[in-house]
């Protein structure tokens, strides 16, 4: 049986990177996407990446009606491997939080703490509150993984697609997807550290 992953995708800025683990997860033959998009998620994405809800959905395996709380994976029985909510709102961040089921990304959300499944928050919202930091608290305790989508800088990103699909590919790292080619992983400080070397040796010549 295939390894299934549920993706929402919600009302905050970075729609793109839960369409970006769409594209990803599609080119992978072991794995099946289970995909909700909030109303806010796709009026969001419709802005940002002017992608319509239909083009999203049909970068999914299988998609769900956010309002169907009768669906497959509102239930703990449904076999999957985890859940990835990119981006998540500081809502449905305060909904997991907090137990309020009241739609199927909340619901789902929820299932997957009560089955001690992996849940994956990329909560975007910036700069952070009170209130978001104790809902972030309180998901952690509950057995979430808080992963606000922070680009990195060491891999020496040159493009927005580098700095989105570093941040892609290391959510999916969370769920053991193996993928290549969306990330440069480090490989220590050697290449900088000859760099330094080679520079004091320069100043030491020239200041003899």
Known sequence: MKKRLVVAITGASGAVYGVRMLQVLSQLDDWESHLVISSSGALTA????????????????VVHNVRD????????????????????????????????????????????????????????ETPLNLAHLRNMTAVTELGAIVAPPMPA?????????????HTVGRTLDLFNVEHAGLLQRWQGLKKTAALVKESVSREHLISI
Do not use: W
């Open 46 to 61: 419709l802005h940002e990446l002017t992608m319509r809800r239909p083009e999203i959905e049909a970068l999914a395996d």
């Open 153 to 165: 800088f060491y891999n020496l990103p040159g493009t927005i697609d580098d700095i989105v699909n």
């Open 69 to 124: 709380i009768g669906a497959s994976i509102a239930s703990g029985s449904f076999q999957c491997d985890g859940m990835v909510i990119a981006p998540c709102s500081m809502r449905t961040l305060a909904a997991v939080a907090h137990g309020l089921a009241d739609n199927l990304i909340t619901r789902a959300a929820d299932v997957m703490l009560k089955e001690r499944r992996r849940l994956v928050l990329l909560a975007r």
